[in-house]
């Protein structure tokens, strides 16, 4: 890492430097190629040199020392102070000349033009100094800006890849705990059924851990998922209960987010399913080239204010995944009508 941070700082270096080299040697060439006089191109060269060595010192002074230790700590006031001794450092004879000459000598006719000559040449070196000032820390602010905006996209990337882990973390211990209530009760019905069921929840697990470290994953391995747990949680069930699935996929290789539905299966089984009334669900996944549809309705028996047993928690953090992974790519509708809740998630390609 220190290796790359290095070269950067370098490679800027050497742009800065290529840049300076531009103005300083280019209108000595262009002089040299128009007038073919050496002598004249380097005269020229040694004047532009003359005028050009302040700001150019001072503008790399300023990025890399004069920035980082003051303007950037809004150290302003010593900033200035600093700017000014450093330009009258590079430039004595400048203090010398106000120092001891304030004005011409009596005898010593000077015409106006020559003196106004004179301070506008002043005038303009000041404000090239100025310039090659300003121009290092306008820079210096930008990639500092640039920097930090970096560095809070990788912060923020880092801490959504941290919280889709999380969530899908709670989503396996919670598909687990119900599952295994189901088989709990199965063994004491049918233990070949139980053994048949341990089976089948050991391919399921093997699908969570080991096809869904993935950001994505083919819609085809969600759609068997979702086949297996519903067969499985059709063991609790009775003959009250009616269970209906349609998967309708277009391509199967088109890829999706593990285990994003499968909370919504879990709560249609949690609430939708009743030991002495007649129950029904009905789920389906539509699949085509205008995004993917899930639909689950289910009868609706609202547990008690007492069972709040995991109460909500699959449901918000699929919402909550939606979120991060498809924003302004969903669209989450839910509605309970004639005793049906019905959740229906759109997601847009």
Partial sequence: MKANIRRKDIGLLLIQ????????????????????????????????????????????????????????????????????????IFNPRLLFYFGHHPGPPPDVHIPENAWLGMFSGLFVYFLLNLASISAAIVLRHI???????????EERHKNTEAELAWLKNQINPHFLFNTLNNISSLTQIDADAAQDAIAQLSDLLRYAIYKTNQTMVPISGEVEFMRNYISLMQLRCNEKTTVSTQFNIANPQLEIAPLLFISLVENAFKHGVSSNRPSSIDIRLDQNEEGITFRCANTNFPKSDADRSGKGIGLENTRRRLDLLYKDQYQWEQQTEDDIYTTTITIRP
């Fill in 17 to 88: 430097l290529g840049v300076w080299g531009a103005i300083i040697l280019i209108p000595p060439l262009v002089a040299l190629i128009t007038t073919r006089n050496t002598s004249s191109g380097i005269t020229f060269l040694r004047m532009l040199w003359f005028n050009l060595q302040s700001p150019f010192l001072l503008y790399f002074i300023n990025f890399y020392i004069f920035w980082p230790l003051l303007a950037a700590k809004r150290r302003y006031v010593l900033f200035v102070l600093a700017n000014i001794v450093v330009f009258f």
């Fill in 143 to 153: 990639l500092h800006n640039r920097q930090i905006r970096k560095q809070l996209e």
